[in-house]
């Protein structure tokens, strides 16, 4: 599902109108589909809701859904917040009320009134300003929102929260704090922001007729990851398919310490669906692991110390060459062999590449040889690794983690994945997606390993790099969800998500 900009959505809703369907049906749809959803959550069976309505197509859209709430047994009343609606098809829409047994309240020519049926609503539902708000909520419709706050009363959003600026999150103080908030035609960057977060309560996307080809014309380029994107994405399994179909991932990892972030490693790729999977790693990494990697083939490699050592290069050479994807870094070393084996794999061949971990660091290490890679790289830093990466400080605010996310994309012509609360994803060209699947579970050594393989894995199937990093990023986090709604968080470990990614599989066969 896309995320939009308010300016961006306008220009949708324009490409809407001249492609045939009207700004009148479009707030039709909206307000109507708004009403259903109410419903459908339990908020409004025969209960005395109360609508904030403002002069702009916000006021319209909340128009529409009085109407709609008052033909299912509600009982209604409109408070106008700055009088009537004005633009042409708000006002059109509030005609329509005229005649029906609702309530219409000036606020401006009875105050202790609409405070009156505020506090005593079962529901009250924002339809002030949605996209249009800017600048401070003030005078009298400050009032009402304030009021709103204060009831208890179940409090629902059209689009956006009044006080809540749609494209930073940024929010007046008093801004209208929903419970739920119905979206129209598709989120905004506001709703993912610590600022929208708090105010925004409960998303309900409302699909209201916009073409999907309206945001591909508009060049919409921001995407949250959902179950129909990852079914779209992941390749079709025909019954005469083999092992050869889904690709081959070589993933260089591990060490004497470390052969733990290898055998997770593996395991992602594995369970990605990749369908041959070999380890690159020291000999005797490669011996305390064959027993548990049963599905995995391996090359060992020489070492010294139990790092990989001098003499790997023609070895690791040799088994690229027909392999689609390969992974590097995941408990590797740091050492100067390692990172002449990370050179050799981004500058000798055209497959996609994952850098993580070790790899990140060594990539650090070396920004201006590496990034003239030959090959589509994908990196996947923590904080921690970003803040090397870049030279400064990771931001926590979502915002600002995209633009930093975005720019380390553009300077390294990468994917780059930003692991964190809300992964972001961000692509060379300018893409990026938002992950929300995942918890606090998966703040634990190796669940960086674990998606490092997955993304490696959905690589060697030949989906694009950007995409294979967000089906991932969502893979990864909602087998987490998955496993800590039966055991918790705390004790959650990386391995054990092994199991919950086949559950995750399985759902979306369905």
Known sequence: MVIVTPDQMRQVEEYTFRSGLDALRLMENAGARAATLAEEAGLCVGKQVVILCGRGNNGGDACVMARHLLQKGNRVTLILCEGQPVTKQASRMFER??????????????????????????????????????????????QLIEEANRTNAV?????????????????????????????????????????GRKCCGRLLLAEIGIPAEAFFKCQVDAFFTDVEMVKQSVPKRDVSAHKGDFGRALLLCGSKRMSGAAFLAASGALKAGAGLVTLAAPGTVVDGLCGRLIEATFLPLPEEDGFVSKGAEELLLAEMKNKTALLAGCGLGRGIAASRLIERMLMGQKNPVVLDADGLFLA???????????????????????????????????????????????????????????????????????????????AKGGSGDLLAGLICGLAAQGIEPVKAAAIGAWLHGKAADLAVAESGEAGLLASELLPYLGKVWAMLKR
């Not at 009044?162 to 989120?187: I, K, L, W």
Request: proline residues 4%; negative net charge; contains cysteine.
């Open 155 to 195: 409090r629902l959003s059209l689009d956006l929260p009044s006080g809540m600026n749609g494209e930073t999150g940024e929010t007046d103080p008093g801004v209208f704090r929903a419970d739920f908030t119905v979206v129209f035609g598709a989120y905004k960057t506001g709703h993912f922001t610590d600022g």
């Open 97 to 142: 009320l005229q005649g029906l047994e609702l309530e219409i309240l000036n606020a401006g020519f009875d105050k202790s009134a609409a405070f009156r049926r505020i506090s005593g609503a079962d529901l009250i539902v924002d339809g002030v300003y949605g996209i249009g708000f800017h600048g401070n909520l003030q005078g009298l419709t400050a």
């Open 364 to 442: 650090a290490e070396h920004k201006d040889e590496w990034k003239a890679h030959c090959c589509p790289l994908i990196l996947t830093p923590h904080a921690g690794e970003m803040e090397r990466l870049t030279g400064e400080k990771t931001p926590t605010d979502r915002i600002r983690r995209k633009e930093v996310c975005r720019r380390l994309a553009e300077e390294w012509n990468a994917v780059v994945v930003l692991k964190g609360h809300e992964t972001v994803i961000c692509g060379p060209e300018g893409s990026h997606y938002l992950n929300q699947t995942g918890n606090p579970g998966l």
